[in-house]
């Protein structure tokens, strides 16, 4: 995920941040789904 906006290896709760956390975490996840097909064809 060269490109991504955010990195992180687990997803942190949401519910503490208020939405500022939940933008956080629909941006990771958006992230990782935009690199999934390029790690699914890698070698």
Request: hydrophobic letters at 35%; a negative charge; charged letters at 25%.
């Amino acid at each position: 995920m060269g490109n991504s906006r955010r990195s992180a290896r687990a997803l942190p709760d949401p519910y503490g941040g208020g939405e500022a956390g939940f933008e956080q975490v629909l941006d990771l996840i958006e992230d990782a789904c935009a690199g999934l097909p390029q790690q699914l064809r890698a070698p």
